[in-house]
Nanobody, 127 residues
Framework: QVQLVESGGGSVQAGGSLRLTCVASGYAYSNYCMGWFRQAPGREREGVAVIDSGGTTSYADSVKGRFTISTDNAKNTLYLQMNSLKTEDTAMYYC?????????????????????WGQGTQVTVSS
């Protein structure tokens, strides 16, 4: 049984930091891409960051330079370090796994085909 379990969300003031964690189980975690997506109320889901099986990372323009995605394959864990948070970063953040893709834009475009999703963790940034 595949499980992706996120944690680390919370409320923070603008300019602050949070680190999200996603623990994966039930599939060959390290053979695929993993990523973080987010969805704010009334808005479509958007891709935030992706890391492939070789460790190559890609980011949405809106978070470049502020967010860092990383993995600890020994722990089957995915991280998202979020610094310099802005109010517009407020959203439910979802971990996704078990997919592949050649470009960030393509992965995001076809994200509805991703099979493995976590339950989400809420991030709220106040001014």
């Amino acid at each position: 049984q595949v499980q992706l379990v996120e944690s680390g969300g919370g409320s923070v003031q603008a300019g602050g930091s949070l680190r999200l964690t996603c623990v994966a189980s039930g599939y060959a975690y390290s053979n695929y891409c993993m990523g973080w997506f987010r969805q704010a109320p009334g808005r479509e889901r958007e891709g935030v960051a992706v890391i492939d099986s070789g460790g190559t990372t890609s980011y949405a323009d809106s978070v470049k330079g502020r967010f860092t995605i990383s993995t600890d394959n020994a722990k089957n864990t995915l991280y998202l370090q979020m610094n310099s948070l802005k109010t517009e970063d407020t959203a439910m953040y979802y971990c996704a796994g078990g997919f592949s893709g050649s470009s960030f834009a393509g992965i995001v475009h076809y994200s509805n085909l991703i099979s493995y999703w976590g339950q989400g963790t809420q991030v709220t940034v106040s001014s």
